[in-house]
């Protein structure tokens, strides 16, 4: 009584495997309604109490305690006011803005400028 391959659909695996399925569902539904139970049960439990953070607080008092950095605000000068609306010009015409250090950025680009003309000059780069 040996069952051969046949062209059609198996009828009775088929059954089987709907049947395990609806099993695995049913399953699946009854745990998942337990842990919804459990869970409710979790929540109703009182919270622990607060516990203060002792190293927290150190930390708190600790940084009211650290001096903070000074700003220096001071009042200018009419003669200040004036140069800054007077914009200063680039060696190609163009007006720049205002920059407390720009002075001192443009003398590093300069230099720069001069310390890869000397690269070039060597054929390093």
């Known amino acids: 009584n040996m069952k051969l391959g046949g062209l059609g659909p198996d009828y009775e695996a088929i059954k089987e495997k709907k049947q395990k399925l609806k099993l695995q569902k049913e399953y699946s539904r009854q745990i998942n309604e337990y842990n919804m139970k459990n869970i409710i049960v979790l929540q109703r439990l009182p919270a622990k109490p607060q516990v203060s953070s002792v190293s927290r607080q150190k930390a708190l008092e600790y ?12 009042r200018q000068s009419d003669q200040e006011v004036k140069e800054e609306r007077v914009l200063p010009q680039a060696p190609n015409g163009t007006s720049l803005p205002k920059i407390p250090s720009l002075e001192s950025l443009w003398s590093r680009h300069e230099k720069e400028k001069e310390v890869v003309a000397a690269f070039k000059a060597l054929h390093i780069l």
């Open 63 to 74: 940084a009211k305690k650290i001096p903070r950095p000074k700003t220096f605000i001071t």
